[in-house]
């Protein structure tokens, strides 16, 4: 009898213990659920995290304003205000400049090259040494294929009828549309459209034909621009309280690293393939103009890049490094890519 009571303690013992190790995550997005990829990969890494932990960290997925605002979620993850934060690291411009080269590059590679860098080629230690300061640890997952430039309400026959525009814009490009007259607003996804509707701005770029479709731009734009130089490809992190990363078991760290080496092909598949339709659907549904950039334009745009980059890189310690690191790479990496690949 005694040992059956001593049985029936131990498992009520262990079964208390499992009960206080289960964790409850928030994942604040800066992207709302309902859109293709930018929301839709967050949902996924959160049902994936739930899932294969067998509920051990249970996450939900918090559309923006769920716990905080979009553009708040830095500082939320790093004080732990919410466990976990689904963003692009070139939200973070404002704190930490270099950043912004760990999610999209001016005239940068594709997707399978910038991936090769921030695998293999350091800038993953990047990514994790300018979060640390922040008390946040970040993992790549996701990279999206390229963006469009830009919804237009007039046709854009070069790039000096930019200048005097306000538009909506991201990251480094952002910079470069400064440098050729533009005045330029970084606006989270969900204000976008009715800054546009109302003239608050004149143009806007966001994302690629399947996400830009969902948010309806073509109701008050109809000339959409190609290619997206600024674009080419894009980063997207979650980000983990770095007090609680450390506390997590080698495990769960793993755990979590493989579900967003997952998310990262599935995605990019799905923002390849989900283009074809979404053009299809703009140009003869909703009478959508498409144009692009003649290689007088590019060339333009690729100048002010190159200037903006010398000066951040002058101005910043940390941008210069990482810069410096990403263009080495795309350099010895060009012999293989001149070799192995199509124009």
């Avoid at 598949?269 to 959508?288: F, K, P, S, Y």
Wanted: charged share 20%.
């Amino acid at each position: 009898m005694k040992r059956i009571l001593t049985t029936s303690a131990l498992v009520a013992g262990l079964t208390a213990g499992a009960a206080q190790a289960q964790q409850h995550w928030n994942l604040q997005s800066t992207y709302a659920g309902s859109l293709p990829q930018l929301g839709t990969l967050g949902i996924r890494i959160a049902d994936m995290i739930t899932q294969l932990s067998d509920g051990e960290i249970e996450v939900t997925f918090q559309n923006p304003g769920g716990v905080v605002p979009a553009l708040e979620v830095f500082d939320a993850v790093g004080s732990g205000a919410v466990e976990a934060g689904w963003s692009t690291p070139g939200y973070w411009a404002g704190r930490v400049p270099a950043l912004q080269l760990l999610a999209a590059v001016p005239f940068g590679p594709r997707a399978s090259e910038y991936l090769a860098w921030m695998k293999f080629g350091g800038g993953q230690e990047f990514l994790e040494e300018l979060y640390e300061p922040h008390n946040i640890h970040s993992v790549i997952c996701a990279v999206i294929a390229p963006e469009a430039s830009g919804w237009f309400r007039n046709e854009i026959h070069n790039t000096d009828e930019l200048r005097g525009l306000t538009m909506r814009f991201f990251g480094l490009g952002a910079k470069v549309m400064e440098r050729m007259g533009v005045s330029t607003q970084l606006l989270a996804g969900g204000d976008i459209f009715p800054a546009l509707e109302l003239g608050t701005i004149d143009a806007t770029e966001f994302s690629m034909p399947a996400i830009d479709l969902n948010l309806g731009f073509y109701q008050v734009a109809q000339h959409y621009y190609f290619p997206g130089w600024h674009q080419q490809s894009t980063f997207f992190d979650l980000m983990i309280n770095l007090d609680l990363w450390e506390s997590l078991t080698e495990h769960q760290q793993q755990m979590i690293n493989t579900i967003c080496d997952a998310n990262i092909a599935y995605g990019l598949a799905e923002g390849e393939a989900i283009q074809i339709d979404a053009l299809e659907t703009l140009e003869n549904e909703h009478g959508v103009q498409i144009h692009r950039w003649s290689d007088e334009d590019l060339g333009r745009l690729e100048a002010a890049w190159i200037e903006v980059a010398t000066e951040l890189a002058a101005e910043d310690a940390d941008f210069a490094r990482v810069y410096e690191s990403y263009t080495n790479f795309r350099q010895r990496y060009s012999r293989w890519r001149d070799l192995a690949y199509l124009d």
